[in-house]
């Protein structure tokens, strides 16, 4: 079955970076466009960012410039690259394939 398994959430300071790591399992992940999306306290989910199986990617524009999203199809793991972190940043991140999630990892952008 298809699992998705995301990692490198932590705590950080403003400005800080972060690299988020989504493991994929189950299904021919190089022919899947594959997102991020995440969901802050008292908040709904929202889409961060995509990259296509052709590699295109798109980004939130709150998050265009600083975040990066790229994919490593011979480990079928997509990532998420997260710089100049804001404390607004902070929420669970999900990865995620048409219908299918991630159970999320936690980032906290505070001092």
């Known amino acids: 079955q298809v699992q998705l398994v995301e990692s490198g959430g932590g705590l950080v300071q403003p400005g800080g970076s972060l690299r988020l790591s989504c493991a994929a399992s189950?299904?021919?992940?190089?022919?899947?466009?594959m997102s991020w999306y995440r969901q802050a306290p008292g908040k709904e989910r929202e889409w961060v960012a995509t990259i296509t199986s052709t590699s295109s990617t798109n980004y939130e524009d709150s998050v265009r410039g600083r975040f990066f999203i790229f994919r490593a199809n011979a480990k079928n793991t997509v990532y998420l690259q997260m710089n100049s972190l804001k404390p607004e940043d902070t929420a669970v991140y999900y990865c995620?394939?048409?219908?299918?999630w991630g159970k999320g990892t936690l980032v906290t952008v505070s001092s």
């Open positions: 189950g299904f021919f992940f190089r022919l899947n466009d």
């Open positions: 995620n394939r048409m219908t299918d």
